[in-house]
């Protein structure tokens, strides 16, 4: 069985910061792809920031500039650094990872319950 769990979600105030991690724990072979996604009430699930195994990244364009994604693959463990929120950035930020199953050598993505994030003054 495979786990992905977020932590960090909070209330914060425009202009503030704030920090999400992901561990992934299970039965894992490999970890690929991680990213950050999320959805705010009424809308659809977007992307917030990708990166691969390899550290290459790519951000959804409304946060480019504003959040930085990083891993540890040592940790089995994805970051989301967010600066500069905005009210619009509310929503249950979700962590996503495309790995394979030690038990049945599949790759498939899977997902976290997700994080709440809430900026308002």
């Known amino acids: 069985q495979v786990q992905l769990v977020e932590s960090g979600g909070d209330l914060v105030q425009p202009v503030g910061s704030l920090s999400l991690s992901c561990a992934a724990s299970?039965?894992?072979?490999?970890?690929?792809?991680m990213g950050w996604y999320r959805q705010a009430p009424g809308k659809q699930r977007e992307l917030v920031a990708i990166?691969?195994?390899?550290?290459?990244?790519n951000y959804g364009d409304s946060v480019k500039g504003r959040f930085t994604i990083s891993r540890d693959n040592s940790k089995k463990r994805v970051y989301l650094q967010m600066n500069t929120l905005k009210p619009e950035d509310t929503g249950v930020y979700y962590c996503?990872?495309?790995?394979?199953?030690?038990?049945?050598?599949?790759?498939?993505?899977?997902w976290g319950q997700g994080t709440q994030v809430t900026v308002s003054a």
């Open positions: 996503k990872a495309m790995l394979r199953n030690m038990l049945t050598g599949r790759v498939n993505d899977y």
């Open positions: 990166i691969t195994s390899g550290g290459s990244t």
């Open positions: 299970g039965s894992i072979f490999s970890i690929y792809d």
